[in-house]
């Protein structure tokens, strides 16, 4: 039989939930012994896999690239957890959403620049007008609130996700 396949994304974030995933230290190879990582920004895959059984989605979706994204792992994931407060609420991301995308870009590459001041015409991914939670833009499964999650918290959700449970994110065996 073969392993669940496991992948994590990372959106408009600060990588801070990756970070506490890093941080269930030796849980996080309990977890990788029953499962295959075949996706993430911590190892060097370059391409979305078709049919990964679990996602951990960082981050808010921001961009045109954060949203040609977010559509084509929800497409090849069967269940999708939208992984920290950016990716839940759009959080510190989301801040932006008033100012707008022309004044934001504009105070960050004309007013606060010194030399050649001008917009990034390339590497820079296009803005979306509004930075907005994953659960508005597709079908979110499973919501794993933090900034960021605690390790026991994202072992705990990764452990009853791989072993058919529906993760008590809101349950008191999480010290809430």
Request: aromatic content about 6%; overall charge negative.
């Amino acid at each position: 039989m073969s392993k669940p396949r496991v992948a994590t994304v990372w959106l408009d974030g600060c990588s801070g939930c990756h970070m506490s995933l890093i941080d269930m230290d030796e849980r996080i190879l309990d977890i990788f012994e029953r499962a295959d990582l075949v996706y993430s920004p911590l190892v060097d895959y370059k391409d979305y896999p078709e049919d990964v059984d679990v996602c951990l989605v960082e981050g808010a979706v921001s961009s045109e690239e954060d949203l040609h994204k977010i559509k084509m792992v929800r497409e090849r994931t069967k269940t999708l957890v939208s992984f920290g407060d950016c990716a839940v609420t759009s959080n510190v991301p989301g801040m932006r959403n008033p100012i707008g995308v022309a004044p934001l870009l504009d105070r960050a590459y004309r007013e606060n620049v010194t030399l050649n001041p001008q917009m990034p015409s390339e590497i820079v991914p296009k803005l979306l007008p509004t930075s907005t939670p994953v659960h508005r833009v597709v079908k979110v499964d499973v919501f794993l609130p933090g900034c960021p999650p605690s390790a026991d918290l994202i072992y705990t959700m990764l452990d009853d996700l791989l072993a058919g449970r529906v993760p008590d994110v809101a349950g008191s065996r999480f010290g809430r």
